[in-house]
């Protein structure tokens, strides 16, 4: 049943290959992702047991991603169908097989309890988005797609070297050599320390330039910037929680090898700190509106391994929002990229007055820009608030202290480019676009916007119960 | 056979220097071909023989050897260019930082707390200098075809390291690496000849339309 997850998107990734008309290209992707969503609310209602060696197997933290890449990708689907029928001057080929294959990856990282395989995974996301950057033809997407390419190629094969180190360190330790999760769990007390030391570093540096960790993340404003609306939402929501969880699964090694924790911890919240230093320096005065979204994209990476390193309590809060920051990403960059049709350009020189000039879009744009600084009542308000309050808690007052002055700097930094867009009135020069807001282009976000506000306000039972199930996985076991 | 394989990795690092001091890509291009197909030789030196060590050692030959160059000279070709002119840092200089770093490749890996069996052994200085050449490459050479080739080297320098453990890799992740491998040069490919294309050149520092003001 789980393997569905997997040949589903690549079934429909041969039909999008095979379909020749280019209006009708696109319907395919709901077509593939709605019953993915389907298959994944089962997956996740029934017990899943390990199989194939202990190879596959979809445990609770894998849920929780499988749960949040499922259902942005619906909502980006969805969408898809709205927005490329304004793009029919190109051929969406390439883009809607790229869509479909990267689903495919995505579902497979959850799945994997194998790093090796997980690795594959991993560069197989990466390889298959670099095209869907390029849609736009031009200069720019160029240049940002090869920025991506180059800089997320070199930073996987680290990661390949890292989990090299992994399986010495189990080799040096006179273990058979592996890269089975469940084998290095058990084995991982009597792991040779300083290999495990150096395995890590690798890795989060390796999977950290995927996911954006700051100084890695220069090729995010660029990629996210020219990148489609839907890739860029994909990006910040799929591909992070993708390398998000790689990093949780070698940390889970880590913790398991129970000494020296504070090292990897330590490590952890540095770079996130740093994350979010470099995301409020470069989010103030920032006058295209998708790069602002990458800068954002940069902080909640930060918050994400922030969380990660404090552990105990914070736990919770990070899984919670790495499923809130995947969808909030989706209604910004959906929103913003109806925002980018209606205006024909990126700039908050161009774009003012959204709220007049499209106001489902520019109200959406708004109320996804106050979810995601973390204001109630949507729910990443109360993931954020978990971190901080356990940092608090755990008597990290520096860490629990910064983190509030960075979300505050952030938030005023936001504001300045964000409230101008959406507010005031429009400017009269400018040229008329065929875009207008319709059911398919503003019903996605919309519907993701109100999931958000659902979560906030009344989480279901169902939901917290897997989310304190994976963070029981993070717990430190003496 | 060990022994073999130790010599083999010296010829590897001598490859190494060769990239870093020429100027041609064709020539650059054959080098790391010929880097791909001793080191795809190597496993079937040091482990006894199997019908899984058989595919991966053609296929690794096949693709380094064979599939990867010729998708790179065919970006060459489309592109018109052969020579890697002015790079951020001269040839003589990257060649004595070759050196340097493979000097110190082997004075690290004296420190390093390898398991006994290994430590008379050149896999890890080999493995070492080769990733420090390939970073060199990437960092310093301006061409997009020359970064694609740093690339490569890097991707030998931590093969080198697998070598020491091949039974921790299963042969499907090895296979899917691979196939990764030849994808991502295939869509680089692509890339390289669209910048091409864009900017009628392949230097990767004209590629600056993008940045914070």
């Keep these: 049943m789980v393997y569905l997850t997997i040949l589903l998107p690549l079934l429909g990734a041969i039909i999008a290959w095979i379909i020749p008309d280019n209006r009708m290209r696109p319907v395919i992707l709901p077509v593939i992702a709605l019953p993915h969503l389907g298959l994944t609310s089962y997956l996740l209602a029934t017990d899943s047991v390990p199989s194939n060696g202990g190879w596959i197997w979809l445990d609770p933290l894998g849920k929780i991603t499988l749960l949040g890449i499922s259902v942005l990708f619906a909502v980006c689907a969805v969408y898809a169908v709205g927005y490329l029928a304004y793009r029919q001057e190109r051929s969406n080929r390439v883009l809607c097989l790229g869509l479909l294959v990267c689903l495919a990856a995505m579902s497979l990282v959850t799945l994997c309890q194998h790093l090796g395989l997980l690795w594959v995974a991993v560069e197989t996301t990466t390889i298959a988005m670099a095209p869907l950057i390029y849609f736009n033809r031009n200069a720019r997407s160029i240049e940002a797609t090869w920025k991506y390419l180059l800089i997320c190629s070199v930073g996987i094969a680290l990661a390949l070297l890292g989990l090299l180190f992994l399986a010495y360190a189990t080799h040096v330790a006179h273990q058979d050599a592996t890269l089975l999760l469940s084998e290095l769990l058990v084995g991982a007390p009597e792991i040779n320390r300083g290999w495990l030391h150096a395995a890590f570093i690798f890795l989060l540096v390796g999977y950290g330039s995927k996911m954006g960790l700051a100084p890695l993340h220069t090729w995010k404003p660029d990629a996210y910037g020219e990148a489609p609306g839907m890739v860029g939402a994909l990006l910040a929501g799929g591909l992070v929680s993708c390398a998000f969880l790689a990093i949780i699964r070698v940390y889970q090694v880590c913790l398991a090898s129970v000494v020296e924790v504070a090292f990897f911890q330590n490590v952890l919240i540095v770079l996130g700190l740093f994350s979010m230093g470099v995301a409020a320096v470069f989010m103030a005065r920032q006058h295209d509106f998708k790069r602002m979204l990458a800068y954002s994209s940069v902080e909640h990476v930060g918050i994400l391994a922030i969380g990660l390193g404090l552990g105990k309590g914070a736990l919770f809060g990070v899984l919670f929002h790495l499923l809130n920051n995947g969808l909030t990403k989706g209604v910004l960059f959906l929103s913003s990229a109806n925002l980018h049709r209606s205006y024909g350009g990126k700039t908050t020189d161009v774009v003012q007055g959204a709220l007049t000039r499209i106001p489902w879009s520019g109200g959406l744009f708004l109320a996804g820009f106050i979810a995601i600084t973390g204001s109630p009542p949507f729910s990443p308000f109360i993931s954020e608030f978990s971190i901080v309050s356990s940092a608090f808690i755990e008597g990290r007052y520096w860490v629990g202290s910064l983190f509030i002055l960075f979300l505050a700097i952030i938030f005023i930094g936001m504001s300045l480019t964000v409230l101008p867009m959406v507010m005031g009135t429009p400017r009269d020069d400018l040229p008329a676009t065929d875009y207008k807001d319709r059911l398919l282009t503003v019903g996605p976000p919309f519907v993701t916007i109100l999931i958000i506000l659902w979560l906030g306000v009344w989480p279901p039972e169902a939901l917290l119960q897997l989310l304190r199930d994976g963070a029981a996985m993070l717990e430190i076991r003496p | ?213």
């Excluded at chain 2, 050196?99 to 896999?123: M, Y």
């Excluded at chain 2, 039974?167 to 040069?185: C, I, K, N, T």
């Design chain 2, 1 to 213: 056979m060990i022994s073999l394989a130790d010599q083999l990795l010296v010829l590897v690092m001598l490859i190494n220097f060769i990239m870093l001091g020429t100027s041609r890509l064709a020539f650059a291009i054959r080098a790391v071909a010929a880097q791909g197909v001793v080191l795809g030789i190597i496993p079937g030196l040091i482990h006894p023989f199997s019908g899984h060590l058989l595919v991966i050692t053609v296929s690794m030959i096949v693709a380094k050897g064979l599939f990867i160059p010729w998708l790179i000279n065919d970006a060459v070709r489309k592109a018109q260019i052969r020579r890697e002119v002015e790079p951020f840092i001269g040839y003589v200089p990257t060649l004595i930082l070759g050196a340097v770093f493979t000097t110190l490749a082997f004075v690290f890996a004296q420190k390093l707390p390898l398991a006994p069996e290994h430590r008379e052994l050149l896999f890890v200085p080999a493995s070492l200098a080769t990733l420090m050449t390939g970073f060199l490459l990437l960092t310093t050479r301006k061409k997009a075809i020359s970064q694609v080739i740093g690339y490569l080297v890097l991707e030998n320098g931590i093969f080198i390291f697998g070598l020491l453990l091949t039974e921790a890799m299963p042969f499907m992740v090895e296979a899917a690496a691979l196939l990764d491998l030849l994808v991502g040069v295939f869509v680089m490919g692509i890339v390289i000849n669209h910048i091409s294309r864009e900017f009628s050149s392949v230097d990767t520092s004209r590629l600056q339309a993008l940045r914070e003001e």
